[in-house]
């Protein structure tokens, strides 16, 4: 069995057909060239000329894009858990679960061709140990940009758990004023969170008393200040980490774009004063999670008052409007869906691309950037990744089929013959390789040449 030292490991994917990432229109019959873990060469099939010792993957007829980023991604998460009771999350979820729970959700992200992800909120910091685990290589897993536990006020969202009951400490981390949440700030960052998450607004399934022991948080609660979320908007921009915030209603995303908070996620409804302040002081990357309300609206919630008075139904038309004339003033969109919540398990993450498509009517070519390059610059990291371009990482999918046709087929992880990432062929088909699975293994290259081109004798140049 041969072997490289890994800068030398060379891939050759010939005769694609290549969605770079940057909106431009598809090239057909290209070839890219890996070395190591960037992109050497984009050339014409055939014009590649000798590229020694490379590993060959006959691509013709299939689509080649790059990896994706899932934009608010909760790793520890996980439906068999999560019952509806929300205050479940932190009372009855045990921290070891959540753990196997995020290890399953990083392999799934893989398999479903999201090379990255970004945090949304972490229990128990999980994001940034699991981070530490994939950087290490002890388990193969997604670029990761941990996110922080989810600081909130006092009986705000995240803080379930009535106040004569023990403290417990899991997702929600509680401040009131300027000087707590300040200091909430640097207590996440410390633990090591590049993403600070904060709750400004409740949300609609928090509306009455429908559950037993947390009321009223519903989505028009003006949930943090704007003093609250401006001091820790400043901190978070001092230790240069990003901050993100939860916004179903319109004060929230005021005080949010005023204070400079990074990302928005949800922006559902809008004012006047927003819009201005969407054209004055531009976030880094808004973030609707079109699929989690998608979701709960074709669910049957077994109470049709409570799921009426919820409004989910008004909120997802208005935010669609929302994201269609964001995207018009020229405001980073990413796809990003909170799965893993109840009912919504993981792994439906590009659902999200087919909202943006069917319902916010974007182009498939649009969308498809939205959920690479637009999450590169989210990540801060679109020097590296995002698009296929020389010199970038070489995070790929290979797609049967073409994504600009069906961006269904993205859902469909049969349909994802490879995914790579940093140049190691990490998943194929709906399965994970193992993190120490090489392209310099020659019995598993034969393997991933008969997933990818059945029938077909491996073109294999050595
Ligand atoms: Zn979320």
Known sequence: MSSRPEQERRVLINDATLIDGTGKEPLRNTSIAIQGDRIVAIRKAGEIGSFAHAKTIDASGKTVMPGMVESHFHMFLDTEYATG?????????????????AVRACAMALKCGYTSVVGAGSGHNIDFWVKQAVDKGIFSGPRIIPSSREITSTGGYTDWAPSWWPKVEGLGLVADGPLETLKAARKVMKDGAQIVKIYPSGDGGFIGNYHQYFHDCRREREVMTFDEIDSLAKEVKRWDRLSMAHCRNSTAVRNCLAAGINI???????????????????????????G?????????????????????????????????????????????????????????????LELFVKDCNFSPLETISMATKNGSYLMRMEKEIGTLELGKKADILILEGD?????????????????????????????????????????????LKRIINPGERAMVSL
């Open 85 to 101: 009771a929300q205050s479940d999350i932190d009372i009855a979820r045990p921290a070891q679960w959540m753990i196997l729970s």
């Open 264 to 290: 928005i996620n949800h922006s559902s409804y809008l004012t006047d004063e927003c819009w201005q302040l969407y054209k004055e002081k531009p976030p880094l990357a808004v973030c609707p999670a079109l």
């Open 292 to 352: 989690f309300v998608w979701h709960l609206n074709h669910q049957d919630w077994g109470n049709p008052e409570y799921q009426k008075a919820a409004a989910y139904e008004e909120e997802y038309a208005s935010c669609v409007e929302n994201m269609q004339k964001l995207n018009k003033i020229g405001i980073r969109i990413v796809p990003g869906g909170d799965y893993g919540q109840s009912d919504i398990p993981h792994g439906l993450y590009a659902k999200d």
């Open 403 to 447: 994504p600009l046709q069906d961006i269904t087929i993205l859902q469909d992880r049969t349909k994802i013959s490879m995914v790579m990432k940093d140049g190691k062929v990490v998943a194929s088909k709906g399965k994970t390789l193992s993190s120490d699975w090489d392209m310099l293994d020659e019995d598993n290259f034969e393997l």
